[in-house]
């Protein structure tokens, strides 16, 4: 079992910048964040292999965030900078999928999730 608590959500902004946190019980092998707006399906957004510092990040979002990890504190980040209006949505952190990668992302099979932590970005 994996106990998750993602914070650090807010109101921006666009181009401003948030950072997403997410502490957890213990580490894990694979983490990741996904978004879902209203209306919308849910969207992995990037995922680290911690055994390496492997990231991956789904297209709309590469080279302005930034998924880190700080395992003495068992904590996963998600720096988001030059938001966007149609980042607006809720984040979830989520842990151990069965394989980590883009497919994890776009599977979204990840065992064990966050209560999520609301990002709003007005124009």
């Known amino acids: 079992q994996v106990q998750l608590v993602d914070s650090g959500g807010g109101s921006v902004q666009a181009g401003g910048s948030l950072r997403l946190s997410c502490r957890a019980s213990?580490?894990?092998?694979?983490m990741g964040w996904f978004r879902q707006a209203p209306g919308k399906e849910r969207e992995g957004v990037a995922a680290?292999?911690?055994?390496?510092?492997?990231?991956y990040y789904v297209d709309s979002v590469k080279g302005r965030f930034t998924i880190s990890q700080d395992n003495a504190k068992n904590t996963l980040y998600l720096q988001m900078n030059s938001l966007k209006p149609e980042d607006t949505a809720m984040y979830y952190c989520?842990?151990?999928?069965?394989?980590?990668?883009?497919?994890?992302?776009?599977?979204?099979?990840?065992?064990?999730w966050g209560q999520g932590t609301k990002v709003t970005v007005s124009p």
């Open positions: 213990r580490n894990s092998p694979c």
């Open positions: 680290i292999y911690t055994g390496d510092g492997r990231t």
């Open positions: 989520a842990a151990d999928p069965p394989f980590c990668g883009m497919a994890a992302l776009r599977r979204a099979d990840f065992a064990y």
